[in-house]
Structures are given as C-alpha cells and as structure tokens.
C-alpha cells in the first residue's frame, strides 16, 4: 500500500492536475468569474437608474416625456434578449464610430455605407487597432455593461411604475396637507415608500440578471461559460494537457457556482426585505408591529 507521496501514479497524475489547473487559460477562466461578478455590481445600480429614469418619465405631464418613458419600457421588455444582444451592440458600435468620423474626419467623401460595409476612417475605429489588449476587452466590456443596463433597466422602470403606484394615496395626501409641494411629496414620501413594494419584483429581476450573464460571449467577451466550453472540450494529443470531453464537469461547476450566487442572494434579499418592511403600512410591516407589542 503505497501513501500519497511516495506512489509514484498518484504523484505524477497529481502534478499533471496541478499544472493543468495553473496554465495560462485556467487562469483566465478563473479570471472571468470575477468578470461576471463586476458586471453584476456595476450592471445592477446603473439599470436600476435607467429604471428609475424610465418610470419617472412615465408618470411625467410632459406628453412627449411619458412617450418615451412608455416606449422604453414598452419597446425594450418586447424583443427577445437574445435578439437584442445580437444587433443592438453592433448599432452601438458602429454609432459611436460614426460620431467620432463626423468629428474627426470631416472631409472624408466616401459613404460610410457601402452594401453591407460600414467603413469610417481609421482614427474613427473604436478601439484603435494599435491600443493595448486592455483597451479592447474593456471597450467590449463597457458595451456589455450599457447594454446589460439598458434592457434590464426598461424592466425594472416597469416595476418602478407599478411600485409608486401601490403606495397608498392617503400618503401622499397627508403630505400635501402639512404643505409638502409635489415635489417634496415625491422625493420625501413616494420614494421612500416605493421600494418595499419593488423589492420582490426587483429582486426577480436580480435573479434574471445573474441567468443573463452567460449572454456575454455573444458581445466578444470571454465569460465563464466560454472558457467552460473551450477548456472542457476533447484535447488531442497535440495539445500540452491532453484529455477527453469534460465539459460535463466544468458546466456541473459553473451549476454549482450560479446556484450559491442565487442562494447568498436570496438571503441577501430577504434581510433587505425585512429591514425595508419596518414602520410600513404593509402586511409584512404590521406582522412587525404586532411582533414587537
């Protein structure tokens, strides 16, 4: 019976574990589970603005406003993610290089649109082809974030609208009658209020979001689902750490992974949810109220 160390199987099929778990493309595979994570907490509070933008514009008394706010939210949550992801960011792209073409060459006398082509001059180019590979992952990264933010933020405006609804009228009139203007009622009444009644839609709009990140590699960028597939499929013995398929063991982490994020997140939600209940007309908060007393 041979130990750990001194069988000689165990101890090179350890080491081939350990070098193949450190090269240069585990790393980055590891990499982009940090990756996802900053998309979720830079992603999270700026489409939570976008909504609360969205649903401010449709309860304005500007008629043009409420337009936009209604077909924002309207237009966004009615095409397929998927879809969106696929043709939005290329229209993005290529507004921000046409943009910086008008600005940077402005005696340029070919059409941008030749068939197919979209063809702006060379300084126009988003990044430059000489920037650093920084540069270009963090360009592709800031597409991801906007577009993340825009198609998520059109849902939770939707949710908004609906929570500033449900705050009790007597409430708002209460603060006119103490000689609150509207817009310290809203500011100092609705808002505050609003949320206890958002939260849960807010909170599957969370859960959405985390299910939404393997969408990135359909913006260029190298998630954990890329690499999963890239280092989980057969290598040949052309490669330095040959092996067979193992995906199934990558994709069973990266169940694992997403599943404990949901988890934390739940009880994360759920304090949240407690914590804003205290003091508030609502059924969880007078199931407070009658607790303490």
Not at 138 to 158: C, D, E, P, R, W
Not at 170 to 182: D, K, N, P, W
Request: glycine share 6%; with cysteine; net charge positive.
């Amino acid at each position: 019976m041979f130990s750990f160390c001194t069988d000689p199987e165990t101890l090179e099929t350890t080491r081939w574990l350990v070098c193949y778990l450190t090269n240069g493309k585990h790393m980055a595979f590891y990499t982009s589970f940090i990756t996802v994570m900053v998309l979720l907490l830079i992603t999270a509070p700026i489409a939570l603005a976008f909504g609360f933008g969205g649903a401010m514009a449709s309860r304005s008394r500007i008629l043009p406003l409420r337009w936009f706010g209604n077909a924002y939210t309207s237009v966004v949550r009615g095409v397929p993610d998927i879809a969106f992801f696929l043709f939005f960011v290329i229209a993005l792209d290529q507004g921000f290089e046409w943009l910086r073409h008008k600005t940077k060459c402005p005696d340029w006398d070919e059409p941008i649109r030749q068939g197919s082509d979209f063809i702006v001059c060379t300084v126009a180019k988003l990044p430059q082809s000489n920037s650093p590979q920084w540069v270009h992952e963090a360009y592709g990264f800031s597409l991801a974030v906007l577009t993340f933010s825009i198609v998520f933020g059109a849902f939770a405006a939707n949710v908004l609208f609906g929570a500033m609804r449900a705050v009790p009228r007597a409430q708002m009139e209460t603060a006119e009658a103490y000689g609150m203007s509207q817009r310290q009622s809203f500011w100092r009444v609705l808002v505050p209020q609003m949320w206890v009644y958002a939260l849960p839609g807010l909170s599957n709009l969370w859960m959405v979001l985390v299910k939404a990140t393997p969408l990135l590699f359909l913006l260029g960028v190298e998630d954990i689902v890329y690499w999963a597939r890239e280092l989980g499929g057969t290598k040949g013995n052309v490669f330095d750490y040959p092996h067979p398929d193992w995906r199934l063991y990558y994709f069973l982490g990266l169940l694992v992974f997403y599943l404990s994020l949901t988890r934390v997140s739940e009880i994360a939600l759920v304090r949240l949810t407690t914590r804003l209940s205290r003091g508030q007309a609502t059924m969880a908060g007078e199931q407070m109220r009658r607790a303490a007393t």
